[in-house]
């Protein structure tokens, strides 16, 4: 059973930074393709940045270059950095897992969820 749990959500300032992990259980973490996704109440949940197993990296136009998506593959873990934060960025963050190398921002690609961790960015 692979699971993930995220952290480092939290009540940050306009113009703050944030950095989001994600842990993920099981041993071919390596393989796995992994990406953010978000949701703000009462908004459906939408893509925020992938990452392949190889370390090839998307983001939704939003958040490019303030977001950037990271892995470390001897702790199970990838990241979330967040710099530049807006109020617009407020919601919860979710990790996502695909059994698949290949990353991508369809929700449907992914196989495996985290329970999300809350960010509020105040203005």
């Known amino acids: 059973q692979v699971q993930l749990v995220e952290s480092g959500g939290g009540l940050v300032q306009a113009g703050g930074s944030l950095r989001l992990s994600c842990v993920v259980s099981g041993r071919t973490f390596s393989s796995y393709a992994m990406g953010w996704f978000r949701q703000a109440p009462g908004k459906e949940r939408e893509f925020v940045a992938t990452?392949?197993?190889?370390?090839?990296?998307a983001y939704e136009e939003s958040v490019q270059g303030r977001f950037t998506i990271s892995r470390d593959n001897a702790k199970n873990t990838v990241y979330l950095q967040m710099s530049s934060l807006k109020a617009d960025d407020t919601g919860t963050y979710y990790c996502a897992a695909s059994a698949t190398p290949y990353a991508s921002n369809w929700d449907t690609h992914y196989d495996y969820w985290g329970q999300g961790t809350q960010v509020t960015v105040s203005s």
């Open positions: 990452i392949s197993s190889e370390g090839n990296t």
